[in-house]
């Protein structure tokens, strides 16, 4: 008979998740634990059993009907099985009402579920994403109208009654540069605002609500005249009239996602607050997606390194399971620390949020959360990229066929880097946050290699750090040079947070007799922390 090789197994992604549960046994008291432990566990069981279905199932994409049979317009979508038990399944297990509980540990609660959730939802958490991020932007305008209008549906825990939101901003000329939106907010003989414009990319196009950037007609050009609303999508069973969807994307991943173009023909908004500073309004909702990338890239890695795992144990070459070829042990040793710092330093950025949100955080913490956040975002979907990209070659030829389900684990991946902000957008967002947010971090990583019995991989923390100031002191205050610089800065910052989170993590395993941790600090440092950007401006202007 014909050897054959033999699938990878997905092992049960919450109980066999060393690092989620090392984590909530170091952060979440044994009175909390068995309730959640209820809810993850049934997550762990559903993500096990979305792996095995879609293993046994021909892809699906969801599918726009633009026109009945008879001529109406009905934009209607057919969704994909997991996007339609979405609303149930996140419902019942509380994803986004739990991160709104009043306890600083409700967005770590959250999160895990999401991290666990996250790829069997097939990007459902896109949509969650941007509901969780109304949610924060409504709370954070005060206007107590649509709080009670909007929030009781967001977080509600019956699928019945619950309502995606939407985030508008991106535009054909305002991508990155928001700035340049050209939807326009008028107001009607009522008074009632409307909105006309663009939409470009809407991946909550099937929800009921979203807010949205918009120019109030007469306002200036630029960045302070937007104004963010409020809108809603659906009259009844119906979709409004005046949102009209143009085409669904054709993407590179998150296929099972209805990204959509829309064309908004006078659809009724209410603005969150003034009439201006749209962006300064709707930067809490960006900050959460943000976390929610972070943490989808740390799921997708956790994924890709399970079953490159899984598949050494069972792979025989050359004699011997690959597990057992020192080169072969070797490549996944350093995915696995590097999967452990971008794990450690997502999940330090929940843990943060929930304590700011909650008032519990201590004096230098809001501002290490505005400079990790960013920092965050941007260094997990890089990290996710790579370990996804690495984790194919694991399964040689297999990890190329498209029928195994990893060459999806990698097209997914690199939507990361792009959506919520780019990895160079990201890095000069981070510069806005560096004043306050560096000085915080230095307090941070004290505190977290406080007591390590790894002097020798928590030395090169320091210097990097210093090296990182070095070059931000020399740089002075001249602008061009700082922007350059701006991504191996941020870089080299979230190594050196990820690593002393390492390093903390490894001390209170060390106490429990777990040396695995230690092991991956020393890796993870060993790669080097230093990532800082040569930046001579002739010689950039000469390679281009
Ligand atoms: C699993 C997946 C989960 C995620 C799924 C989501 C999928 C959704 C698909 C998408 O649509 S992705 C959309 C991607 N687009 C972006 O993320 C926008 C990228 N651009 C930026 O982030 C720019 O930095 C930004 C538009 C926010 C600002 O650019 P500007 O025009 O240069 O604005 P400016 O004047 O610097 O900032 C305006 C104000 O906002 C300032 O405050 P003040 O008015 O008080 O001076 C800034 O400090 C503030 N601000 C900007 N970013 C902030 C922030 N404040 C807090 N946090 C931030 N992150």
Redesign the pocket.
């Known amino acids: 008979m014909d050897f054959l090789q033999t699938a990878p197994q997905l092992v049960h992604p919450y109980r066999n998740d060393r690092t989620l549960l090392a984590l909530l046994d170091r952060a979440v008291p044994p009175d909390r634990r068995s309730a959640l432990d209820a809810d993850l566990d049934a997550l762990g069981d559903y993500a096990q059993l979305a792996w095995e279905r879609a293993r046994r199932s021909t892809p699906r994409t969801p599918v726009l009907t633009q026109w009945d049979a008879w001529g109406q317009r009905v934009d209607r979508i057919e969704l994909t099985t997991a996007w339609q038990e979405g609303p149930q399944l996140t419902t019942r297990h509380a994803i986004l009402a739990a991160g709104h509980e009043p306890h600083e540990l409700a967005r770590l609660e959250q999160f895990a579920r999401v991290y666990l959730y996250?790829l069997a939802s097939e990007?459902y958490?896109?949509p969650l994403?941007?509901t969780d991020g109304a949610v924060a932007a409504l709370k954070a305008s005060g206007n107590q109208a649509l709080i009670e209008r909007a929030l009781p549906h967001f977080l509600s825990r019956d699928a019945a009654t619950f309502w995606l939101s939407g985030?508008w901003?991106?535009e054909t000329a305002g991508g990155?540069?928001?700035?340049r939106t050209g939807t326009v907010a008028r107001q009607d003989a009522t008074g009632q605002w409307r909105l006309h414009g663009r939409k470009w990319?809407s991946?909550a196009v099937v929800g009921e609500a979203a807010l949205a950037l918009a120019r109030p007609e007469g306002a200036g050009d630029g960045?302070?005249a937007l104004a963010l609303f409020y809108v809603e999508t659906m009259d009844g069973p119906a979709r409004k009239p005046e949102l009209v969807i143009d085409r669904l994307k054709d993407k590179l991943g998150t296929r099972e996602l209805p990204t959509a173009e829309i064309h908004l023909d006078g659809l009724p908004a209410w603005p969150l607050g003034e009439l201006a500073?749209g962006?300064?309004q709707v930067?809490p909702m960006?900050?959460v997606?943000r976390t929610?990338?972070a943490v989808?890239a740390v799921a997708s890695m956790a994924r890709a390194l399970a079953l490159a795992c899984d598949y050494a144990a069972r792979r025989e070459a050359f004699g011997r399971p690959l597990i057992e070829q020192p080169l072969h042990a070797q490549t996944l040793a350093d995915l696995r620390a590097q999967f452990e710092g971008a794990f450690a330093l997502a999940f330090e950025v929940v843990q943060l949020l929930g304590r700011v949100e909650q008032g519990r955080a201590a004096p230098h913490e809001a501002a290490l959360l505005?400079l990790l956040t960013?920092l965050a975002k941007l260094w997990t979907a890089k990290a996710a990229v790579a370990l996804c990209s690495e984790a194919l070659e694991c399964f040689g030829g297999a990890g190329y066929i498209e029928d195994t389900g990893l060459p999806q684990l990698l097209r997914d991946a690199q939507v990361y880097a792009i959506?919520?902000?780019t990895t160079n957008?990201l890095a000069?967002?981070s510069l806005?946050a560096l004043a306050e947010g560096l000085p915080a971090l230095r307090t941070a990583i004290e505190g977290w290699v406080n007591g390590s019995h790894e002097p020798e991989a928590v030395a090169p923390i320091h210097a990097a750090l210093d090296a990182a100031s070095a070059q931000l002191q020399a740089l002075g205050g001249e602008r061009a040079d700082l922007e350059a610089s701006a991504r191996g800065l941020a870089i080299t910052l979230a190594r050196c947070a990820a690593a002393a989170l390492l390093a903390r993590q490894s001390t209170f395993a060390r106490e429990r007799g777990d040396m695995r941790p230690g092991a991956a600090l020393r890796r993870f440092t060993a790669h080097g922390l230093e990532r800082l950007a040569v930046t001579a401006v002739a010689d950039t202007r000469l390679l281009l």
């Open positions: 996250h990007f958490t896109c994403a941007m985030q901003m991106t990155s540069d928001v700035g990319f991946s960045t302070g500073h962006v300064r930067a960006l900050n997606t929610w990338n989808c505005r960013p959506w919520e902000g957008v000069l967002d806005r």
